[in-house]
Nanobody, 126 residues
Framework: QVQLVESGGGVVQAGGSLRLSCAAS????????MGWFRQAPGKEREFVAA????????FIADSVKGRFTISRVNAKNTVYLQMNSLKPDDTAKYYC???????????????????WGQGTQVTVSS
């Protein structure tokens, strides 16, 4: 069983930064790509970023490219989302998720992820 626990959310002013963390349980963390998604009230959950199992390759959604970066430290079973230049439109609940296969191909599709955390709220005030 895999458990994912997000942390680091909060309230920040526009232009500010936050770093989200996702701690994973289990010994297979290093075999799988990981992703971050977000869901704003009344909207569908959307892809934000993904990182390969080794951490050498990332895939960032156009909406946050240049502002957000994803990384991981396999020795700590943790994946991070560094968010800079935050905008009110970034307000959402952020979720981390594990790819369902040990594939190196990045995916923005929710159906390609099998384990999800409970999410952490990010609120950006104007």
């Amino acid at each position: 069983q895999v458990q994912l626990v997000e942390s680091g959310g909060g309230v920040v002013q526009a232009g500010g930064s936050l770093r989200l963390s996702c701690a994973a349980s289990g010994r297979t963390f290093t075999f799988y790509s990981m992703g971050w998604f977000r869901q704003a009230p009344g909207k569908e959950r959307e892809f934000v970023a993904a990182v390969s199992a080794s951490g050498s390759s990332t895939f960032i959604a156009d909406s946050v490219k240049g502002r957000f970066t994803i990384s991981r430290v396999n020795a700590k079973n943790t994946v991070y989302l560094q968010m800079n230049s935050l905008k009110p439109d970034d307000t959402a609940k952020y979720y981390c998720a594990r790819r369902s296969r040990t594939s190196v191909v990045h995916s923005a599709a929710m159906s390609d992820y099998d384990y999800w955390g409970q999410g952490t709220q990010v609120t950006v005030s104007s």
